[in-house]
């Protein structure tokens, strides 16, 4: 595969939906606190989670994991004199769950999981009290937001017979 191609193709995407991507964090109303932490599972070399956070001046951490080591690598050196981000080569499944974040952010990983339900179940435990988990999957008509005025992602686990 041509990482050149993948990678133009992923900035075009995200470009694409930064603005309902706002306004999706824009409704959580996590904003609204300080301090907050930041988890971005699937960052790849950092172009979305700099498009996506890095604007936000009360986001003190992000912290973002890939299994692309190339893309780690830019991620790394992009932002080397830049406390507020960090840059890890991890699976997901690899994650400490005694880590808590405010805001997870999920996009496009889940169709790749070989067990989701185990690792939705684990990003739970690792938001903080007032943290929201950001899941984006392919069909961009559907995102949901943790937690939910509308209990949609309880409805999701539900059609998946699983609990939280």
């Given at each position: 595969?041509?990482?050149?191609?993948?990678?133009?193709?992923?900035?075009?995407?995200?470009?694409?939906?930064?603005?309902?991507?706002?306004?999706?964090?824009?409704?959580?109303?996590?904003?609204?606190?300080?301090?907050?932490?930041?988890?971005?599972?699937?960052?790849?070399?950092?172009?979305?989670?700099?498009?996506?956070?890095?604007?936000?001046?009360?986001?003190?951490?992000?912290?973002?994991?890939?299994?692309?080591?190339?893309?780690?690598?830019?991620?790394?050196?992009?932002?080397?004199?830049?406390?507020?981000?960090?840059?890890?080569?991890?699976?997901?499944?690899?994650?400490?769950?005694?880590?808590?974040?405010?805001?997870?952010?999920?996009?496009?990983?889940?169709?790749?999981?070989?067990?989701?339900?185990?690792?939705?179940?684990?990003?739970?435990?690792?938001?903080?009290?007032?943290?929201?988990l950001i899941i984006k999957v392919p069909d961009d008509n559907f995102k949901l937001c943790y937690p939910n005025?509308?209990?949609?992602?309880?409805?999701?686990?539900?059609?998946?017979?699983m609990k939280l």
């Amino acid at each position: 595969m041509d990482n050149n191609w993948n990678l133009k193709k992923l900035k075009k995407q995200a470009i694409r939906n930064q603005d309902f991507d706002n306004y999706v964090l824009n409704q959580s109303r996590i904003l609204d606190c300080d301090n907050l932490k930041v988890l971005d599972v699937g960052c790849s070399n950092e172009f979305k989670t700099k498009l996506m956070f890095d604007k936000y001046k009360n986001i003190k951490y992000i912290l973002g994991i890939d299994i692309d080591e190339q893309a780690i690598n830019e991620a790394k050196e992009n932002f080397k004199n830049n406390d507020k981000y960090k840059f890890e080569l991890k699976k997901i499944e690899d994650l400490d769950e005694n880590n808590k974040y405010d805001i997870i952010y999920l996009s496009y990983i889940l169709q790749h999981l070989k067990n989701p339900t185990k690792v939705l179940k684990t990003l739970k435990n690792m938001l903080s009290d007032r943290g929201v988990l950001i899941i984006k999957v392919p069909d961009d008509n559907f995102k949901l937001c943790y937690p939910n005025p509308n209990n949609l992602l309880h409805k999701i686990f539900f059609l998946y017979k699983m609990k939280l």
